[in-house]
């Protein structure tokens, strides 16, 4: 009889795998409540195997943030084709799914948990905002944002951010209808600033040309109409 050998790992190759360990427990629970013993329990591994390869726990909490970073600011491509509210509509979806997926590791991202205040977790926060932020410059068309749209797209991400921390906290209120409320959200805070300013009144009549009656941009001004008239 015949009996496997277990293959050894390279460095790389064993470190993204403690990371991809580490990022699903931070995904089931807090980071804080997560041991050094529990990752190296689920990857196999003895807890000294561990600090061979990361320092502590910081250090590989801080490397499953930028795995999980990484993930999420690649939630925002998408494809510039269609109209925009059909894109953004997408973009909340996957959004979504990785708050849906990751919640705790969601939570411990954009709050912090061990690594709460240090410089290297903030980065990592700042660079999934700015990711955002170039992508939906990109769905506009816009290399120079003027002051008052690049103030409506950094408030629409953080109110997207805001918003998914708290459905985590109970689910309350169904997923599908706060990814199509931040949508509406997005055009609501585009036509108040369009309302005061004639530059973004130009591109909300840019963006709206392209949108059918039954997208999601022509659902929130229909039900707008609906409440004053």
């Given at each position: 009889?015949?009996?496997?050998?277990?293959?050894?790992?390279?460095?790389?190759?064993?470190?993204?795998?403690?990371?991809?360990?580490?990022?699903?427990?931070?995904?089931?629970?807090?980071?804080?409540?997560v041991s050094i013993d529990e990752?190296?329990?689920?990857?196999?591994?003895?807890?000294?195997?561990?600090?061979?390869?990361?320092?502590?726990?910081?250090?590989?909490?801080?490397?499953?943030?930028?795995?999980?970073?990484?993930d999420l600011a690649a939630r925002f491509v998408e494809p510039a084709e269609g109209p925009l509210g059909a894109r953004l509509l997408r973009v909340m979806g996957r959004y979504f799914d990785f708050v849906d997926g990751h919640g705790p590791?969601?939570?411990?991202?954009?709050?912090?948990?061990?690594?709460?205040?240090?410089?290297?977790?903030?980065?990592?926060?700042?660079?999934?905002?700015?990711?955002?932020?170039?992508?939906?410059?990109?769905?506009?068309?816009?290399?120079?944002p003027p002051a008052r749209l690049e103030l409506v797209?950094?408030?629409?991400?953080?109110?997207?951010?805001?918003t998914a921390l708290i459905w985590l906290d109970g689910r309350r209120i169904p997923r599908a209808e706060l990814e199509v409320q931040l949508v509406h959200d997005f055009a609501a805070?585009?036509?108040?600033?369009?309302a005061h300013d004639e530059e973004m009144g130009a591109l909300l009549r840019r963006l709206v040309a392209d949108e059918p009656a039954d997208g999601p941009f022509g659902d929130v001004a229909g039900r707008l109409t609906s409440l004053v008239s």
């Open positions: 009889m015949t009996t496997g050998v277990r293959r050894r790992m390279g460095v790389e190759e064993r470190r993204q795998q403690l990371i991809g360990v580490a990022l699903e427990l931070f995904s089931r629970r807090s980071p804080d409540e990752i190296a329990s689920a990857a196999g591994i003895s807890r000294p195997l561990v600090y061979h390869y990361f320092p502590g726990k910081l250090s590989l909490y801080e490397a499953a943030l930028q795995r999980a970073a990484d590791g969601f939570s411990a991202l954009m709050r912090g948990g061990p690594a709460v205040g240090s410089s290297r977790t903030n980065a990592l926060v700042d660079s999934v905002r700015q990711a955002a932020y170039d992508q939906i410059l990109s769905h506009l068309g816009v290399n120079d797209v950094r408030s629409w991400i953080s109110l997207a951010e805001s805070l585009t036509a108040v600033s369009a």
